[in-house]
């Protein structure tokens, strides 16, 4: 069951993507099709990875570090 619902959720996304690519490359917007088929594909390897239950790393770690203890200082007083 955890790659079924990624692969169905990849399935439809793939869908989707190909049928907006097809709608892009006919009306000469190339550039615009290569930008929306590399955002979608970043979109749905993230996706899937959270559908599958993948704990995905964030750049909010480094923030969060630095952050945390001035934050609990503040609410400390």
Do not use: D, H
Request: net charge positive.
């Amino acid at each position: 069951m955890t790659l079924f619902l990624p692969a169905v959720y990849i399935l439809c996304l793939g869908t989707f993507t190909f049928i907006q690519i097809r709608r892009l490359w006919s009306r000469n917007e190339k550039r615009e099709a290569w930008i929306y088929l590399l955002s979608m594909t970043v979109s749905a390897a993230a996706g899937a990875l959270l559908i599958a239950g993948v704990n995905v790393p964030t750049f909010i770690l480094p923030y969060r570090l630095v952050f945390e203890a001035f934050g609990k200082s503040i609410l400390s007083r």
